[in-house]
């Protein structure tokens, strides 16, 4: 496993996780669980956040502490299933500006479609976290990641719940700067480009829309 690959191995991940996978799981508590396994992944991929000493008066006196210094955060979801990551992820960081990223996968070709963007002004000066809950072919990621970096953005994580390794390699070929957090690797992906095991369509059950 490339070093910039990092597979979560917290057991309130896991276990939401199989919670999520479970066909029976109705959109209700997809969505939340969802939301929560983003917040607790959200937790790891700012781990390396710098910091900056500062001084803050207390009631009874003055304490030498730290805050978050340095470049501020984005998150970028890939619409729409990215969407289901958002609240989580704000949940921790909710100064963050959010951009969306549209694209969907030709069910024949697998290739990314794009269909919107809208990014902050400031982008360029931002760490950017995209979110996209599978990463399968990788088509999708590889394709966000171009288009946020013609914007000048030169620090970008990914943040997915589920990988295939062909989505692995594919995105640490085509952006090996880039570092990956993972929930889950899972086995390959089947005939028609759906992550095995995996959850079946992401954006379908956070939405209903089967
Ligand atoms: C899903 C998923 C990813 C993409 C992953 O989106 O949310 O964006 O597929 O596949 P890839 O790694 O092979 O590109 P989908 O295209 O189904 O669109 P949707 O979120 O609008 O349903
Ligand atoms: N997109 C999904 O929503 N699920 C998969 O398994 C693959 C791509």
């Known amino acids: 496993m490339p070093e910039t690959v990092f597979i979560m191995d917290h057991p309130l991940i896991k276990h939401k996780l199989s919670l999520i996978r479970d066909k029976n799981t109705g959109s209700k508590e997809f969505r939340e669980m969802v939301g929560e396994i983003a917040m607790l992944m959200c937790y790891e991929a ?101 288009l946020i970096k013609s914007k000048g953005v030169k620090n970008i994580k990914f943040m997915c719940i589920i990988a295939a390794p062909e989505g692995l390699k594919a995105l640490t070929e085509a952006h090996p700067d880039v570092q990956i957090y993972c929930a889950a690797k899972d086995e390959r992906l089947n005939d028609n480009g759906y992550i095995l095991p995996g959850l079946g369509d992401a954006g379908d059950r956070l939405f209903g829309t089967k």
Not at 55 to 82: C, D, H, M, N, W
């Open 46 to 146: 700012t781990r390396d956040l710098p910091l900056q000493e500062v001084e803050i008066e207390t009631p009874v006196g003055v304490a030498k502490t730290q805050v978050i210094s340095g470049k501020k955060l984005a998150f970028v979801p890939i619409l729409r299933a990215g969407i289901g990551m958002v609240d989580g992820v704000l949940r921790l960081v909710p100064a963050a500006k959010v951009g969306h990223i549209g694209l969907y996968r030709d069910p024949q070709s697998l290739k990314p479609v794009d269909y919107y963007c809208k990014l902050p002004g400031d982008i360029e000066e931002r760490e950017v976290i995209v979110l996209d809950p599978m990463l399968a072919t990788g088509g999708s990621a590889v394709e966000a990641i171009n």
